[in-house]
């Protein structure tokens, strides 16, 4: 059975002498390079004590050190805990202290940020990391890792509460890896760039998707819109992944049109809503096929492709396929169901659930929230679609109230839980804002305590201490009354149509 950590192995063994990584500089290491080194890590991780099981989180930006991590990692059958650096302390300890790691690999610019927390060995990617490597042999490790093995644990989010670690297994990977290929329409001899970051499971599947195929991948910091333009239009690069924002940041950019883009073969977007006006500006720009891809993709991975033939139809006269996520995905068995899990009708709108083997193996810790995500065999993420008549689905909704702003998932009760404890708060409603940028923006409802008002202007630096940048409300809206149901829950459905006045 082949592993997740073959995949760099059997590539380096085909292409020994081609680049796999290649930075921002134009710097690069071949397969045979970055291979030798993962194993060098891997055997100076298991001389440490990490093994199959163990945790080794990550806090940092992109860059080709990161991958050998996450590959040393599925070679030994230890579990990787990717963290999103955009994170406030608090966050960061709550998600360490859940996830209990054997060791941090760690940017010394977030070192601060885990001062405190339960880390096991911090190393530094800044210096200490590659003494470590120099401590290990180039030896392929010899671990029979099983597919039910957990080798990902993903936090959905920085929560002061519970955080959710989605547990994914080898299969899970191994299926993701797979599933891209096809669905994205790769070729063997590609170049592509992925500006979803490696803590986000959609970097990572592209990655090592790429990994697996034997060709190369840019590798950046982090996106900026300036040198990735540069890179799209260099000649060299053939394609990318890109969320709405960062497509409009490029299209925005004065030298957007100065460049030349006739080696891109595809520009896959995803991540958040795009409106069918800014992916027409992109795709005219461009001039390379488009695909979007649509899934709950930390938890159930990939859902649904609307595929560059779809794009060339919507462009050629059916410009409904613009607002479609597509059909199911490769490898993946999908329907649409009612409250008591029956199939709807075409063009009725039902909840999303998925069988595939790119689906988790649960919650850490949370049994209950495992079953009902997983009920009947079937994931279910709360996404609300309908279907018409083609088989081409429209999504119509979250039936979990999931903001999704710019590509990145923001749950409000975290949000909630930050400004309930703020001085005069009596009660506090989350909503998203649709918003043409970020696709969507947080915005906070408040009443206030009896006989006292809220220091509104005092709130963003408050939830700025407390929360990742990305989460803080634009907008602190105080109201008389919260609309509530029979039972006192907040109809937030009412906070999103405007319906009710401010105090």
């Known amino acids: ?200 499971i959609a970097g990572q599947a592209m990655i090592m998707m790429h990994v697996a195929r034997g060709f190369p991948t840019l590798i950046l910091p982090r996106f900026d819109e300036a040198e990735v333009l540069r890179w799209l239009g260099s000649g060299e690069l053939t394609g990318g992944f890109l969320v709405p924002t960062m497509i409009a940041r490029l299209l925005d950019h004065p030298d957007v049109h100065h460049g030349s883009y006739g080696a891109l073969r595809s520009i896959i977007y995803g991540g958040a809503p795009m409106s069918p006006s800014l992916l027409r500006r992109a795709m005219e720009t461009f001039g390379c096929g488009f695909i979007n891809a649509f899934g709950a993709a930390t938890e159930g991975g990939l859902q649904t492709v609307l595929s560059t033939a779809d794009h060339r139809r919507a462009f050629d006269g059916a410009e409904h396929l613009l607002g479609s996520i597509g059909k199911p995905a490769y490898g993946v068995d999908l329907r649409l169901v009612d409250a008591e899990d029956r199939d709807v009708p075409a063009g009725e709108v039902g909840e999303i659930i998925t069988r595939s083997d790119a689906v988790m193996s649960g919650y850490l810790e949370m049994p209950e929230r495992s079953a009902e995500a997983l009920r009947g065999g079937w994931f279910r993420a709360g996404d609300l679609a309908r279907m018409d008549d083609e088989g081409y689905l429209y999504l119509e909704g979250r039936r979990n109230d999931m903001i999704i702003r710019g590509g990145e998932n923001i749950y409000p009760i975290e949000i909630e839980t930050v400004i309930s404890r703020y001085p005069g708060v009596a009660q506090v409603a989350v909503i998203g804002r649709p918003d043409d940028h970020w696709g969507e923006v ?55 149509a405007g319906a009710v006045g401010a105090a």
């Open 1 to 200: 059975m082949t592993r997740a950590g073959d995949y760099i192995r059997l590539s380096a063994r085909r292409h020994p002498d081609r680049a796999c990584f290649v930075s921002g500089d134009g710097s690069a290491r071949t397969f045979a390079e970055t291979n030798a080194r993962v194993n060098r890590l891997a055997d100076a991780l298991r001389a440490g004590g990490a093994g199959m099981g163990d945790r080794v989180a990550i806090l940092a930006t992109d860059g080709l050190e990161y991958m050998e991590v996450l590959l040393a990692c599925m070679k030994l059958g230890a579990t990787y805990v990717p963290l999103n650096n955009r994170l406030a302390k608090p966050e960061v300890h709550t998600l360490l202290g859940r996830a209990a790691p054997k060791a941090l690999f760690v940017s010394d610019r977030y070192l601060p940020l885990t001062e405190g927390a339960d880390t096991g060995r911090v190393v530094s990617f800044d210096g200490p990391y590659e003494d470590l490597l120099r401590t290990g042999a180039d030896v392929e490790p010899d671990v029979p890792v099983p597919d039910d093995a957990v080798l990902g644990l993903a936090f959905t989010s920085g929560t002061t509460g519970l955080p959710k670690g989605v547990m994914q297994p080898q299969r899970f990977l191994k299926s993701m890896f797979t599933t891209t290929s096809i669905d994205y329409e790769i070729g063997p001899d590609e170049f592509r760039y992925t500006a979803s970051p490696i803590f986000h």
């Open 442 to 496: 947080v915005v906070a409802y408040l009443t206030a305590e009896p006989g006292t008002t809220i220091d509104v202007d005092g709130l963003p630096a408050y939830c700025r201490e407390r929360l990742a940048a990305y989460k803080v409300p634009i907008a602190y809206e105080v109201v008389p009354e919260m609309p509530l149901n029979a039972s006192g829950k907040i109809l937030k459905r009412e906070l999103r």
